[in-house]
């Protein structure tokens, strides 16, 4: 089953690819980007879960597709803000949720007895694994 659901992410990314011509990383950056404005680095990392260096490299290839740009509004010419484009918005506003939206939807359909039960598979397979205690930035 943890097979079929790595594929499944596997198989969402081949489609966003083809059909958007974003990885679903890429996805959720925009469609932050989209639901919250304008936003620096570190403030999108914070939303999508990762590092602020893993959000640089996103941001990258955000606008060299032309779908972000790097804004320098303040007099700290450090402070960089991240804003959408036309092109950005427009794609952020007809693609397809995030993978984790999916999960999240079908999750609050079910009766609260069975999301306990997953719940409880997922902690057991977190630490299993080891990363139950790992820290998000």
Do not use: F
């Amino acid at each position: 089953m943890i097979r079929r659901l790595m594929q499944a992410g596997e198989l969402y990314t081949k489609e966003l690819n083809k059909n958007y011509q974003v990885s679903a990383p890429q996805l959720n950056c925009l469609l932050v980007l989209y639901e919250n404005g304008s936003l620096p680095l570190s403030q999108i990392a914070k939303h999508i879960m990762v590092k602020s260096s893993t959000v640089t490299g996103i941001v990258d290839r955000l606008e060299q597709k032309g779908l972000v740009r790097r804004v320098r509004n303040s007099p700290d010419r450090r402070m960089i803000i991240i804003e959408l484009t036309e092109a950005g918005n427009a794609l952020a506003q007809h693609a397809p949720p995030p993978i984790q939206r999916k999960i999240v939807d079908g999750l609050e359909m079910l009766p609260k007895s069975e999301m306990e039960k997953i719940v409880d598979g997922l902690n057991m397979l977190t630490r299993m694994l080891d990363v139950q205690d790992l820290e998000v930035e």
